[in-house]
Every structure is written in C-alpha cells, then in structure tokens.
C-alpha cells in the first residue's frame, strides 16, 4: 500500500473520531439543557406541617424493641401515591415522657393504635420539650414506650410501668436533640398529624383543635373504627 493511500486511511480515521467526539458532546449540552429547564421549571415542594403540605422528612433512629436502629421517614412514603391508590398512610404522634398530657394520654395512644393500626403506620416522635424538669433519656424513652419501672417519667413525678395504656408496639422515634420538634414547628404536645401514602399532611390537630385524633383519621380516610 502506498504511503498516499496510507496517508487518505488516516485521515478518514481522524474524521470519523472528530466525528464522534462533537457527536458525544453535543448529545451532554443537549441532555444538560434538558435537565436544567426540568430543574428550574419543575415547582419546588411546598414542605411543612399545615393540611396540604409535604411533611419534613425525619432522619433519626427508632425503637421498636430490642435495639434503635436507623429510620427516616420518607423510606415509608410513596411520592408516587394518587388518591384512590392503594398505600400505607401515617400516624405521627409526637410527645415528651415528662409532659403529664402524654403521659395521661398513653390509653388513648393505645386505643388509636387498636382500632387503626392495621390500616395505618404508627410512629411516635419522643422529644423534649424546653420546659424546667423535662429532661429525658432514650432508656427513659424505652421505658415509656415497653411500661418497665422507672421513677423518671412524668417529671419524675410517676413511675412508667403505671403509664395508662398498654405497652405500646410501634416505634419510638428519637428526637431528645429537637431537631425533629424545630423541623415541624412543633407547639407543644401531645401533637399528631396523619400523613396520605405520599407524605401529604392529612390532618394536623392544631388546625383541629377539639377533634379526637382517632376520628380524625376515620373521618379522613373513610374507614370504620
């Protein structure tokens, strides 16, 4: 083969690699342009804790006995979810193991979770709230939850074994830090919000001050007690 036919050979080579290097970078600002337009016209998420909001994600750690293992909330939501589909809706209760009002309120707790549970995920959020003598811990938290002896509860004040209610048998989230609390705006507690498969808040008890938490999520989702 002659050096010129050798010579035309690779310059048809190097053609064909320009060829497909601009090919290569035109298909990335293409794609790039794509996804820019779909960012920036794509409406953010409206994340908060009012009816109608996407509620904050949570990322923590549960106890739902034996030992705490790692939880984040939107591991149990579907953003997918359209009304009438079929999914898991979300009860969160939020409380402090030395607020007399949670701690009065455990039968109740129980009582929902009895008449709801095997529709509904049940999690309850343990904090602490910036009160003088509200100070707890996660073996206090374990405590409130499983109705073992311990003195601390209620501001040291009652002993949790004699918690009202059964022992409990969802999960205990951890938020002694308040990073939850200060996520949800959270007013005081007890404080519960049912959430819609794909995290929507259904109801928030303070925008329904005086409907019993177990109606409210009847009445919500259409199901009998």
Known sequence: ?????????????????????????TISAILTVILVCVWVL???ADIGVAEGQLAPNIVSEAYAGGTWSEFEL????????SEGDEGDWIFLLFIDTDCPHCYDA????SNYYSQHGSNVKFFTIATEL??????????????????NPNSGCKSDRADCQDR????????YVDDLDRNIADDYDLPGTPFYLL?????????NSGQSQGEDPG????RVMGVSA
């Not at 959430?195 to 109801?203: E, T």
């Open 1 to 25: 083969m002659s050096s010129r036919q050798n010579s035309r050979n690779m310059n048809a080579n190097g053609f064909g690699d320009d060829v497909r290097v601009a090919s290569f970078f």
């Open 42 to 44: 794509a409406p953010p």
């Open 74 to 81: 939107y591991d149990n939501i579907d953003m997918t979810w």
């Open 106 to 109: 455990g039968d109740e707790h």
């Open 130 to 147: 910036q009160i003088s003598g509200h100070s707890s811990s996660r073996t206090e938290v374990v405590d409130f939850r499983d109705k």
């Open 164 to 171: 009202p209610g059964n022992p409990h048998d969802w999960p």
């Open 195 to 203: 959430l819609s498969p794909d995290g929507i808040v259904a109801w």
């Open 215 to 218: 109606a409210a999520i009847q």
